[in-house]
Nanobody, 121 residues
C-alpha cells in the first residue's frame, strides 16, 4: 500500500523560504511521477510542480525560479523548496503520487495529508 506523508509547512514572512517534504513508501512509489498541488479554501486545487520518472521538472506559471523540486531517490523523499514567498502562496500543499503527466497533468491516485503554508507578516 502506497503512503505519502507531507511535512514542513508553517508560518513564514513574505520573502522568506520553506522546504516541504513528501515521504513516500509502498510498492512502486520510488519510481512514480509525482507532483505538488496547493489549495486555498473555496478554490480548486492548483498544480504547483511536477517531476517525471526520469527527473525532469515542470512548474506552475510564475513559480519557476522561486520553487524547486528535488527528489532523493535513496530516501524516497520529494522536496519542494520555496523561496521569495508571497502572501498568495498561502494554502495547504499536497503531495501527489502516480501523477499522470502530459500537456494536461492529471492527479494520480495517491495523496499526502497536506501541510499548511501561511505567508504573512
Amino acid at each position: 500500500q502506497v503512503q505519502l506523508v507531507d511535512s514542513g509547512g508553517g508560518l513564514v514572512q513574505p520573502g522568506g523560504s520553506l522546504t516541504l517534504s513528501c515521504a513516500a513508501s509502498g510498492s512502486g512509489s520510488s519510481i512514480f511521477p509525482m507532483a505538488w498541488y496547493r489549495q486555498v479554501p473555496g478554490q480548486q486545487r492548483e498544480l504547483v510542480a511536477t517531476i517525471a520518472r526520469a527527473g525532469s521538472t515542470n512548474y506552475g506559471d510564475s513559480l519557476e525560479g522561486r520553487f524547486t523540486l528535488l527528489r532523493d531517490n535513496a530516501k524516497n523523499i520529494l522536496y519542494l523548496r520555496m523561496k521569495s514567498l508571497k502572501p498568495e502562496d498561502t494554502g495547504v500543499y499536497y503531495c501527489n503520487g502516480a501523477s499522470r503527466l502530459g500537456s494536461t497533468t492529471l492527479p494520480g491516485a495517491y495523496w499526502g495529508q497536506g501541510t499548511q503554508v501561511t505567508v504573512s507578516s
